[in-house]
C-alpha cells in the first residue's frame, strides 16, 4: 500500500463497517475495508524517485451545498463535487431497525474528504443524552476500524450538535478526523472530513466545511 494514499469515501467503507458493528451485525457478514484509489493522490516523482504529496491549497471559490435537499447546509471548496453513495443492502436493513432510510454522500480533492451520512430516527425526536451516544458508538467502531491504536472524542457542542473527533495512522502516515453530529427533530447528520495531520491547509478547509454545516 502506498503510504500517501489519501483515506477516502469513509461513509461507504469505514461507516459501512461501523453500521455493522453498532447493529451487532453476525460475525459472518462481510466487512467493507476503507475505499483507496490511485486517484486520492496529487503525486509527483523527484529526482530521487521518492514520493512527494502535493499539499492542498486554498480554494478560490466556495459554494453552499444540500445533500439530496435533506435541510442540511454546509459550505464546500469549488473542486468538491459530492455524489450519492450507494449502501449495501445489509447494512440498510440493519439500521432500519433503529432508522429511516439512510443515505451517504462522498466527496473529495487531492487533499481530503469529506462525508455525509443522512439518519432518519424512527423515534420523533433525538435528546442530546441519545445524541452524544450515539456519535460516542459512531466514532469508536469508525477509528478502531481504521486503527487499533486511534484516539477518537465525541463532545456536547450545543443542545443538538456534538463534535467528533479521530487520530489515527494508516500506513505510517498521520491522519486526523474533524466532524460534527447533529440533529432536528427525528433527523440526524453526521458530517465528517480527513485529512493528513502534516496538511495544514487541509485542516484549515476542513474546519470551515465542518463548522458550517447546519439544519435548518
Known amino acids: 500500500m502506498n503510504r500517501y494514499k489519501m483515506i ?15 447493529a451487532q451485525q453476525p460475525p459472518t457478514a462481510k466487512q467493507r475495508s476503507p ?36 435541510r442540511l447546509s454546509l459550505e464546500l471548496p469549488g473542486e468538491l463535487d459530492p455524489t450519492e453513495a450507494p449502501m449495501p443492502d445489509y447494512v440498510l436493513n440493519e439500521l432500519h431497525r433503529d432508522y429511516g432510510d439512510a443515505k451517504s454522500y462522498v466527496g473529495n480533492t487531492n487533499s481530503l474528504s ?22 460516542g458508538r459512531f466514532m469508536k467502531v469508525i477509528s478502531l476500524a481504521l486503527d487499533r491504536m486511534a484516539t477518537y472524542s465525541a463532545e456536547p457542542s450545543g443542545k443538538s450538535k456534538v463534535s467528533v473527533k479521530a487520530n489515527f495512522t494508516m500506513a505510517d502516515e498521520p491522519y486526523e478526523l474533524l466532524g460534527t453530529m447533529q440533529s432536528r427533530g427525528r433527523e440526524i447528520w453526521l458530517v465528517t472530513s480527513v485529512f493528513r495531520q502534516s496538511d495544514e491547509t487541509a485542516r484549515k478547509i476542513a474546519l470551515r466545511i465542518v463548522g458550517s454545516a447546519t439544519l435548518y
Open 114 to 135: 469529506v462525508d455525509m451520512l443522512y439518519l432518519p430516527s424512527n423515534k420523533p425526536s433525538v435528546s442530546p443524552a441519545e445524541l452524544k451516544s450515539t456519535a
Open 8 to 22: 477516502l469515501s469513509l461513509a461507504v467503507g469505514c461507516l459501512g463497517l461501523g453500521f455493522t458493528a453498532i
Open 35 to 70: 475505499v483507496l484509489t490511485s486517484e486520492d493522490l496529487a503525486r509527483s516523482r523527484g529526482q530521487s524517485g521518492s514520493t512527494v504529496v502535493l499539499s492542498a491549497v486554498e480554494p478560490k471559490e466556495w459554494f453552499k451545498f444540500t445533500p439530496g435537499g435533506l
